[in-house]
């Protein structure tokens, strides 16, 4: 294809080479400012769902299904270094 392209253009090589650089420049602004515009709102990069609050999920809840408390929950890693805690299985 595209040496069908290179053949087609007009000229020596070094405007074949010009005619290249617009072409791909004409096609990049296509691509840039009409197609992905028009796609953004079918793809689904931007459909996540961000609860606010407390964190605790609001209506979620089963009706007869009692709300266990089971306490903090306990990382099994550092959040302040890449250390792991010592095990005392080793």
Excluded at 45 to 64: C, K, L, M, S
Aim: hydrophobic share 40%.
């Amino acid at each position: 294809m595209y040496a069908w392209i290179w053949r087609k253009l007009p000229g020596g090589v070094w405007a074949k080479v010009t005619c290249s650089l617009v072409l791909v420049t004409a096609v990049g602004a296509l691509l840039w400012y009409v197609v992905f515009p028009w796609a953004t709102p079918l793809l689904p990069f931007d459909d996540v769902q961000v609860e606010a609050g407390t964190g605790e999920d609001a209506g979620t809840t089963i009706p007869g299904e009692e709300d266990v408390d089971e306490g903090p929950d306990e990382l099994p890693y550092s959040t302040t270094s890449n250390q792991p805690h010592p095990d005392s299985s080793r």
